[in-house]
């Protein structure tokens, strides 16, 4: 039997306790290049612990829903922010830590034009992407020591279709 979780819409107040939704949102901290340039800066809490920060591209598969969430991963060393490179929505998937493993996980459904960073140790879902082509950019951190931990759930959980 598996349990169901019903995406909420992404918002800063409601993922605070895992990371940081990177958006322009609110006006902007400075204006540069000639006036031509609106600045939003620092909007994440990027930490690489003794490590250092590497920018990769992912090219996720497109997913549809209901989708089947059996296994969640966690980063104990460094933050890892997700960058859209197309102006679409993807799946966000995050669980509160109970004592070392997941606690009940909890599903995002981000607007266009959101980025997300996950703070250091946040238990999360893999890379959803809900359209094509599925093209990230991604800051985290590269050093040594192991920085995967996974979580197989014994009962999965799947998620339903976006909110109404």
Not at 4 to 21: K, N, R, W
Request: one cysteine or more; glycine letters at 10%.
């Amino acid at each position: 039997m598996t349990t169901p979780i019903v995406p909420e819409l992404m918002s800063a107040q409601a993922f605070a306790p895992f990371g940081d939704v990177l958006e322009v949102a609110g006006a902007p901290d400075k204006i540069i290049n000639q006036g031509l340039c609106r600045r939003y800066h620092d909007r994440a809490k990027l930490d690489f612990g003794d490590g250092r920060a590497g920018v990769s591209l992912f090219q996720a598969q497109r997913r549809e829903f209901p989708l089947m969430l059996d296994m969640v991963e966690r980063h104990p060393q460094g933050s890892q922010a997700f960058i859209p490179m197309t102006l679409v929505s993807f799946l966000v998937v995050v669980a509160p830590d109970a004592g070392g493993v997941p606690g009940q996980p909890l599903a995002f459904l981000t607007d266009p034009g959101q980025a997300i960073n996950l703070h250091k140790g946040t238990w999360h879902g893999v890379l959803t992407p809900l359209s094509e082509p599925g093209l990230f950019a991604v800051v985290d951190r590269i050093g040594m020591g192991a920085n995967l931990e996974e979580h197989w759930f014994d009962t999965p959980y799947v998620i339903a279709g976006p909110p109404d």
